[in-house]
């Protein structure tokens, strides 16, 4: 799987994140168990999540990110995302 640097270390060895907003903890993403159409949806250049998983691993990776968004628009413009 491609993993972005800037990505792999905002998560480090972390498997779930307290979530203040709902106050409760909640598991991130495990692209090994879990399929990504379920927890993550695109609008446009930004990824959005769909669940809980989806919403609190967006927001600790960063995945909307400027930088993340730039490196994404060719990818979607040429259909290879």
């Not at 990505?7 to 903890?25: F, L, P």
């Not at 399929?35 to 927001?59: A, P, Q, S, Y």
């Amino acid at each position: 799987a491609y993993a972005y640097f800037k990505c792999n270390r905002s998560k480090g060895t972390d498997i779930a994140v307290y979530d203040e907003q709902t106050d409760t903890t909640t598991r991130l993403f495990n692209p090994r168990i879990q399929k990504w159409n379920e927890h993550f949806v695109m609008d446009g250049l930004l990824i959005k999540g769909r669940t809980e998983t989806g919403i609190v691993t967006v927001r600790l990776l960063k995945m909307n990110a400027d930088e993340q968004i730039e490196l994404r628009r060719p990818l979607i413009e040429t259909g290879l995302w």
